[in-house]
């Protein structure tokens, strides 16, 4: 990719030299000296060489940002960016790769850099960034500079490259025996026979016999009285199922709270709790959906596996708290076999949720959360 545009200018080295080259040449022409007089030249020729090597270096130098994709709150974001040197001769040195105009919700935590990059290479750097808000998030465009040689003059390539970020909800471990006490042991009594065919144990029905049948599965008491050859057929076994329900009918300005408690936050801490919650039956092989009441969401069918979390946090992560919400909005009827969880920004609506359901609100996040080795010995 080529540079959009290119600048140069001075870093507080070069001011500094320039300065002291002022002041050199002040001193020549009052005082009119050979050795000062070579004094000044040998530094003019220094910021001279400078300004042509750095320019010189860059001018074929190619770059190229790899798209991020996905982040994660708390977590470390890297960014790769691919740099190539199409000069024939000549190497480039001190690479430096910096974002501009990053959103002020990632904070830098570690500069891409790349020493070397010969005559026709290609070389990769990777820059650090922490995430501490969820959402899309637009990077428009990047920089690479060196002040190769001497440090004097730092020479810009901007390369106007638009990507896009999701950054998922910040993912708390959650006490393992949560989902145990509602999921397991309470409703829906742990693992069950679904209504579909399948290799459990739990009797289905009866068929008749086909070419391939295991002979294990014969009906030898119904072949006993009616001299032909069935198959008994067995349910198949479903883990656990749990369904997060996320409410967000209230507007972020009509939520019930005390006074000094940011109802933003609370939305949000709704979210990393809802988040958490799939993240811990994922962990524990459990199937999981996700509803979001009061917002345009489509509502997730139960699944489990990786991709299927990937998308469940992503549907989190697009979520605009800005948008207006749907007061009215409400848990349709199912017929599929699921422990419901809802989760609540400020208190539990039991309007909303069935006598089967169980609720949470974000202010349980805390108490909820797995903890930490510290704080357990204190």
């Known amino acids: 990719m080529h540079a959009t545009r290119r600048r140069t200018n001075f870093g507080s080295i070069g001011i500094l030299y320039c300065l002291l080259v002022v002041v050199v040449a002040l001193a020549s022409v009052n005082r009119p000296n050979n050795l000062l007089v070579w004094i000044f030249a040998a530094m003019l020729v220094a910021l ?8 010189a270096m860059l001018i074929r130098l190619r770059a190229h940002r790899i798209e991020p994709r996905r982040a994660r709150v708390g977590e470390l974001l890297v960014v790769r960016y691919e740099l190539r040197n199409a000069a024939r001769f000549m190497a480039a040195f001190d690479l430096h790769v910096v974002e501009r105009d990053f959103p002020a919700s990632i904070t830098p935590c570690g500069e891409a850099w790349a020493l070397h990059c010969g005559p026709g290479d290609t070389v990769h750097a990777e820059g650090v960034f922490r995430p501490s808000r969820r959402g899309l998030f637009r990077l ?11 440090g004097l003059l730092r020479k810009r390539l901007i390369f106007a490259r638009v990507s896009e970020v999701l950054v998922e909800p ?14 397991r042991g309470g409703l829906m009594g ?10 459990g144990e739990d009797f289905f029905g009866v068929r008749e016999y086909r070419s391939g049948d295991s002979v294990r599965n014969i009906a030898w008491k ?19 199922r749990v369904r997060v329900v996320l409410d967000l009918r209230r507007e972020t300005s009509a939520l019930r709270v005390a006074s000094g408690v940011d109802p933003r936050a609370l939305e949000e801490d709704a979210i990393t709790l809802a988040a958490s919650l799939m993240a811990l039956a994922d962990r524990q092989g459990d199937e999981f ?8 969401v489509a509502a ?5 596996g990786h991709f299927h ?3 469940v946090l992503a549907a989190l992560a697009a979520i605009d708290l800005d948008l207006p919400r749907d007061p009215s909005a409400s848990l349709r009827e199912s017929a599929e076999r699921a422990t419901i969880l809802f989760v609540h920004a400020d208190r539990a609506d039991t309007s909303v949720s069935p006598s089967v359901g169980w609720n949470f609100t974000a202010s349980q996040l805390s108490t909820l959360r797995l903890p930490t080795a510290h704080g357990a010995a204190t």
């Open 222 to 240: 119904r072949l006993a009285g009616t001299d032909q050859l069935a198959t008994i057929e067995r349910s198949r076994s479903v883990p656990p």
């Open 300 to 304: 997730i069918p139960l699944r489990r």
């Open 309 to 311: 979390r990937a998308k």
């Open 190 to 199: 742990g693992v069950h026979a679904s209504i579909e065919i399948g290799g």
């Open 140 to 150: 428009p465009c990047f920089e690479v500079w060196s002040s190769f040689p001497f």
């Open 170 to 183: 910040e993912i708390v471990p959650l006490q393992p025996a949560l989902l145990s006490r509602v999921a």
């Open 48 to 55: 001279l060489v400078s300004g042509i090597v750095s320019g």
């Open 289 to 296: 959906g996700l509803t979001v009441l009061g917002l345009d």
